[in-house]
């Protein structure tokens, strides 16, 4: 299951835990591998910001939503979820989450014991997920799937996604890390 903490007014919801300001090449000296012009830095080291004049590190009271989880396991390869990367797609606004699931001895073929899992959501806090339809569990194709493992001696983990938008092909924006077991160990 994933659960949120309520975020502040100013932050998105998914990271509610950390601190982020707004640089700007004109108000503050960033340093040189941070790049010129203004974008959002996480706040979590002060090395990011060179000139701390008027700036004080404040951190919320965190608060539990009532509606957690936000992602519940509620599908029958859900019997935990963890690894979760969540981003916001800047054209449409809306929140998308891979999570890994755990299945374990429910699946009936080794390469879904561990699945990583797609999850949308316009506001952060209520999510959906879609029938993708690409990867079955147990006959049913009815799932939301993007990976599955390989089916060696272990299960895949870690799964990470993140969003380029550098990369001129746009079919190759979004980048997957994570690592799984060989079939031959």
Request: charged share 20%; net charge negative; hydrophobic share 40%.
């Given at each position: 299951?994933?659960?949120?903490?309520?975020?502040?007014?100013?932050?998105?919801?998914?990271?509610?835990?950390?601190?982020?300001?707004?640089?700007?090449?004109?108000?503050?000296?960033?340093?040189?591998?941070?790049?010129s012009g203004s974008r959002t830095v996480l706040m979590a080291d002060a090395e990011a910001i060179?000139?701390?004049?008027?700036?004080?590190?404040?951190?919320?009271?965190?608060?539990?939503?009532?509606?957690?989880?936000?992602?519940?396991?509620?599908?029958?390869?859900?019997?935990?979820?963890?690894?979760?990367?969540?981003?916001?797609?800047?054209?449409?606004?809306?929140?998308?989450?891979?999570?890994?699931?755990?299945?374990?001895?429910r699946a009936q073929d080794p390469t879904r014991r561990v699945v990583l899992c797609y999850a949308?959501?316009?506001?952060?806090?209520?999510?959906?997920?879609?029938?993708?339809?690409?990867?079955?569990?147990?006959?049913?194709?009815?799932?939301?799937?993007?990976?599955?493992?390989?089916?060696?001696?272990?299960?895949?983990?870690?799964?990470?996604?993140?969003?380029?938008?550098?990369?001129?092909?746009?079919?190759?924006?979004?980048?997957?890390?994570?690592?799984?077991?060989?079939?031959?160990?």
């Amino acid at each position: 299951m994933l659960a949120l903490i309520r975020p502040w007014p100013q932050l998105a919801p998914v990271a509610a835990i950390l601190i982020a300001a707004r640089l700007s090449s004109t108000l503050y000296a960033a340093p040189s591998n941070l790049g010129s012009g203004s974008r959002t830095v996480l706040m979590a080291d002060a090395e990011a910001i060179l000139y701390h004049s008027g700036l004080e590190p404040v951190q919320g009271r965190p608060e539990r939503i009532a509606t957690n989880p936000v992602i519940a396991n509620d599908k029958p390869w859900e019997v935990a979820i963890a690894y979760c990367s969540i981003q916001q797609d800047p054209s449409t606004g809306l929140y998308q989450c891979w999570y890994q699931s755990y299945a374990g001895s429910r699946a009936q073929d080794p390469t879904r014991r561990v699945v990583l899992c797609y999850a949308t959501s316009k506001d952060g806090l209520v999510w959906e997920k879609p029938s993708l339809g690409l990867y079955d569990f147990n006959g049913d194709p009815d799932t939301n799937f993007v990976l599955v493992g390989n089916g060696g001696r272990s299960v895949n983990y870690g799964a990470s996604v993140l969003i380029d938008p550098r990369d001129s092909n746009p079919d190759r924006r979004y980048k997957l890390a994570y690592w799984d077991f060989s079939l031959t160990d």
